[in-house]
């Protein structure tokens, strides 16, 4: 059996690409999808197959989807992501893939947001398309979070427009093992999942989180969604994308990522990474 893994030189990506060898998959039986191939030369060193692999580009699909059994399409952050979605989608039936597992955002079908609107139009692409798939709908990386708790070191305070609303964030690592599980096994073949951190928490405890990991006393300042993207236009952002992301904050403030079930625990044999361990770790990392 061989394993697709697509913009396996993103951050995801190579989560994923240690979990499965991790989990015993031989690295002869793992392709590595990249936009640039020097990106991926350590995991070539690692004896992975890397493939040149570019969502917007079909030309690059069809020799990439050749001799491969299943594939792990993680979500693009092109513009226009959904068209290069379909574009792998259609690769994967034209090359009769045994199965796809997608990457997709939390509770799409449920609470309207313009990020889940392109994840929900890939699901549907994927089901019209008659391949076999699991969908695995990730709630957010605590590593989202990295840029905020950054600034606070320096302002002491997180600004958003989420009211007392809840998330149930994990890391990034634990995501990707249950991309890894679903992409190996049998279990979830077929099914949709919602994937989330054990606990949510609301923006006080990510600013007490922040407080522990930076060192200094951190807030959380409560703002309106106007008063966000007037302050995000104010910071230099076009006025599409300011509204763009205070449209996050406003799908959050409406529980978009509030739903905790175990589930992810469940598929990774483990609790998921705490808030203020994940944090620690990904500024540990930069």
Not at 95 to 107: D, F, I, K, Q
């Amino acid at each position: 059996m061989t394993l697709l893994v697509t913009a396996a030189s993103g951050h995801l990506g190579r989560l994923v690409i240690d979990a499965l060898l991790e989990r015993g998959v031989s690295a002869s039986d793992i392709v590595a999808g990249v936009r640039t191939l020097a990106k991926a030369d350590d995991l070539a060193a690692r004896g992975v197959g890397v493939v040149e692999l570019d969502y917007s580009r079909p030309e690059t699909l069809a020799p990439a989807f050749a001799s491969v059994t299943r594939v792990l399409l993680i979500s693009g952050t092109d513009a226009d992501r959904v068209a290069g979605h379909r574009n792998v989608i259609d690769a994967a039936r034209a090359a009769g893939v045994e199965r796809l597992v997608y990457t997709s955002a939390p509770r799409v079908d449920e609470v309207d947001y313009a990020l889940g609107a392109d994840h929900k139009a890939t699901e549907a692409a994927i089901a019209a398309s008659g391949v076999e798939a699991t969908i695995l709908r990730h709630n957010w990386y605590t590593e989202n979070y990295l840029d905020a708790v950054a600034r606070a070191t320096e302002t002491g305070e997180i600004v958003a427009a989420v009211g007392q609303a809840l998330v149930a964030s994990a890391s990034r690592r634990d995501y990707a093992e249950a991309d890894a599980v679903a992409l190996i096994g049998d279990e979830f073949r077929g099914q949709t999942l919602e994937l989330g951190g054990d606990v949510a928490w609301d923006y006080d405890e990510l600013a007490r989180a922040a407080s522990e990991v930076v060192g200094r006393p951190v807030t959380y300042t409560s703002v309106s969604v106007e008063q966000l993207t007037a302050g995000l236009q104010a910071a230099g952002l076009d006025a599409g994308t300011a509204a763009f992301v205070a449209g996050i904050d406003d799908a959050i403030a409406r529980g978009a990522l509030s739903r905790i079930d175990g589930t992810l625990a469940r598929i990774i044999g483990r609790p998921t990474t705490p808030l203020v361990e994940g944090l620690r770790a990904g500024l540990a990392a930069r």
